[in-house]
């Protein structure tokens, strides 16, 4: 089993839609907003990026000031789930 590009990126645009109808700002879906194709079933683009989608390049992602490349889940859940800074006083 693997995801084709062209269903993948129709299903990333459908989400993408969705996110925009329910008032998420376009601008912040299009530069902050992972969408990685991924396949629970065989474990696809989760831990690690997968043979099965060649045609997957990852995604840039804007996080503050710095730009992040995300491949899989994995990434998503190591790169952009931060603790927030808290003042200290």
Known sequence: ???????????????????????????FIEKNTPVVPISGWMGDNLLKKSENMGWWKGQDVEYGKETLHIDTIYDVLDKLCRVPERPIS
């Open 1 to 27: 089993f693997f995801f084709k590009h062209k269903t993948a990126y129709e299903i990333a645009n459908e989400m993408k839609s969705m996110l925009v109808k329910v008032g998420w700002k376009k601008d």
